[in-house]
């Protein structure tokens, strides 16, 4: 008995069933056009207001829109812009057409946000707090010809970003993002997904979610994909996929790809992260996980239950760690969400810090913590003298927005590489099976729900009973901070 109640207190906040109650539905019919690259789209959403204030709107992201010709966002680093353009200049939007209620009769729209980055709908009746309103939304989206998470390429068509997404509604405002070149610009909350897509019966999908049905029409093929409680929705379409699939635990692991001679070891490094991180972390609550190899720019992207690994990864090892960092991501911004634009070092500071916990449990990679941190370390001083002696004073505060890091990389320096030797470091200083139990605390605290830096630092106090604090400052509003 007392082992049945304990494993469903420790079991209850991960089921995916409860936390599909009480959140935003969406409900897609899609259509791939190859011969344009675009989607047709229709969506049916079904809003649900958990905030405490009546809404007259709903604001939506368009983040295809910073892919137009006239964007003011940008989207690529001058640095990575011929291996992003590698075709040339190619621009994509997304065009909202009509948007109405279920009699059918029209809603008020406007696309607003600094740069035509957002959609509000304007409702009849205001949602009341904890409840449901409804509406369709018509849309066309054009697909560029780049090497980006948004899409084509040579080889695969990769659909992330690519609809109407619900803008987070928070401290009584709606936050907007606004695309970057560096990080990942997007910020949303658990909602479930049912998608129907239609397109050339040449091409196999890989997606967020379970494809419950695919059946053959002429020369098309149409899947319906499912996904219940998770964060955002990717869709990857290639005619050159091959598929590997083996379960672990209670997940199929997928592994599409079209050129790596390696590939049972690319699938095992699949099936060793959701097992070595579910049992670090606890458990992995999803049936699928989809590692996708695509052409993209830069080493990889996360999204739930899909990540995509770039084919121009040239060295097997980085090949092997980007598939492990995009999957540490299914703890750190898929099942625990945060604010990847205002706090990118929560999510992306503690999944290079779980890929060295990956590494220490798994001794045949090769691969130390010490490596990691001498690597680490080593990158960052060079980062400090470079850039240092170019500006002087180099500000080396994490704890930034993405626009306010002055190049992508210090951006990356700071968030990516100082983020984890701040983990290291809370290692060395309060123990590792302490920082562990830390982050067992933090999941299942957070699981399905959105933290903040003060929550993250919340639950080491709590469970090392140390002020940390102070501690955690200095790393990450440190301005200036000199170490070896
Ligand atoms: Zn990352």
Redesign the pocket.
Known sequence: MIVLLVSSIFGCNLNVDRAAIDVTNYQFNLEFNEEIHSINGKMKVDYFNKSETPLGEIRFNLYPNAFREQSQQSVISLSAYDKCYYNGVSYGNIEILRVYDKSELDLNFQICGVDENILSVVLQNKVQPETYTSFFIEFTVLIPNINHRFGYGENTVNLGNFFPIACVYENGKWIEIEYCSYGDPFYSEIANYLVEITYPKNYIIASTGKEAATSALGDKKISILDAKAVRDFAIVLSKKFQVATEKVNNTNVSYYYYDDEQFQNSLETGKKAIKTYSELFGRYPYEEMNVVQSNFVHGGM?YPCLVLISDSIQDYETYTHTIL??IA?QWWYGVVGNNQTDYAWL??GL?EFSCALFFKQNPDYNITVEDLVQQANSSYQVFQAIYGNVLGKINTSINRSLGQFSTEPEYFNLVYVKGFLLLASVSDLIGEQKVINCLKNYYSTFAFKTATPEDFIGCFERISSRELENYFDTWLNGKIIEFN
């Open positions: 996360e960092h995009e991501h999510d992306e999944t």
